[in-house]
Structure formats: C-alpha cells, structure tokens
Nanobody
Framework: QVQLVESGGGLVQAGDSLRLSCAAS????????MGWFRQAPGKERNFVAA????????YYTDSVKGRFTISRDNAKNTVYLQMNSLKPEDTAVYYC?????????????????WGQGTQVTVSS
C-alpha cells in the first residue's frame, strides 16, 4: 500500500512558476514509476508527466514539454513537478500517481495509487 500526499498548488498569474511535491509513504517508493495527471472542471483526467524508477527516464505530454520538469528523490520518497511559464489552460487539479507499469506512457487505468490532488489556478 502506498499513500501519496500532494502539496504546492495555488493561485498564480500567467507566466509564473509553481513546484508541486508529492510525498509517498512506505519503503517501496523506488519500485514505482511516478507520474502526474491533471483534471480540469468537467473534463477527463489527463496524463502530464512520468518518471522512471531511477529518475533517469522521463516522459511528458506535448503541451507541457519545455515548461514542466518532473523529478524524484528516492531518499526522500518524494516526486516533484516544476511548472514554469504557466498558462491559464494549465488550470486543473493535479494528481500524483504511482504505478507498477513497465512503461512511462501512462493512462489513468494503469495507475495503482492516487494522491488526493492539489489545485493549480492560473489567471490571465
């Protein structure tokens, strides 16, 4: 069992930056591929980024490439999402995810554990 707790969301202006953190419980954090998803009001939950178990491999959805960076610290059981040059269309609830998947190409159905979500609002 893995419990995930996100933090770092908030209200910012377009062009600003935010860093989300996700702290995981347990001693098996490094066994999981970690990811971030987001869900805007009235829309489906969509993949944002994923990082491999060692932290060497990453994968992003096209709309955030060059602006967002996912990283992890296995010693701290924490995964991060650095978000730069934020846009109003980035507004959503951001969810941390852990998976035993063998691929970084994630969909909600491949996630084994979810965090509770943190709201990110970007004003224009």
């Amino acid at each position: 069992q893995v419990q995930l707790v996100e933090s770092g969301g908030g209200l910012v202006q377009a062009g600003d930056s935010l860093r989300l953190s996700c702290a995981a419980s347990g001693r098996t954090f490094s066994r999981y591929i970690m990811g971030w998803f987001r869900q805007a009001p009235g829309k489906e939950r969509n993949f944002v980024a994923a990082i491999g178990r060692s932290g060497l491999s990453t994968y992003y959805t096209d709309s955030v490439k060059g602006r967002f960076t996912i990283s992890r610290d296995n010693a701290k059981n924490t995964v991060y999402l650095q978000m730069n040059s934020l846009k109003p269309e980035d507004t959503a609830v951001y969810y941390c995810a852990a998976t035993n998947s063998i691929s970084l190409v994630l969909s909600p159905g491949r996630v084994d554990y979810w965090g509770q979500g943190t709201q990110v609002t970007v004003s224009s």
